[in-house]
Nanobody, 120 residues
Framework: QVQLVESGGGLVQPGGSLRLSCAASGFTFSSYAMSWYRQAPGKERELVAHIPSAGGSTNYADSVKGRFTISRDNAKNTVYLQMHSLKPEDTAVYYC?????????????WGQGTQVTVSS
């Protein structure tokens, strides 16, 4: 059974930091590219950060560049999102995503999300 379980969300003051974790199970984690998305109330889900299956080159939304860092530990089947200098506009539900193209088929999995609220 495929599972992506996010944790680490919560309430933080502007300028603060949080680290989100996403624990994966039920599939070959090291074969999947991993991403973090977020969705704020009344807005569409947007890509925040992406890391390839073997790590290495990462990509970020312009709004989080220089403040957020995505990383993965394939030995622990976990992907992380370290967030610094948080702003009220970072408030959203953050989702973990796993995707792989294999033998002409796209495999795509989502976590249940974790709430991040940035407020004083």
């Amino acid at each position: 059974q495929v599972q992506l379980v996010e944790s680490g969300g919560g309430l933080v003051q502007p300028g603060g930091s949080l680290r989100l974790s996403c624990a994966a199970s039920g599939f070959t984690f090291s074969s999947y590219a991993m991403s973090w998305y977020r969705q704020a109330p009344g807005k569409e889900r947007e890509l925040v950060a992406h890391i390839p299956s073997a790590g290495g080159s990462t990509n970020y939304a312009d709004s989080v560049k220089g403040r957020f860092t995505i990383s993965r530990d394939n030995a622990k089947n976990t992907v992380y999102l370290q967030m610094h200098s948080l702003k009220p506009e970072d408030t959203a539900v953050y989702y973990c995503n796993a995707v792989r193209l294999y033998m002409g088929r796209r495999y795509n999995y989502w976590g249940q999300g974790t709430q991040v609220t940035v407020s004083s």
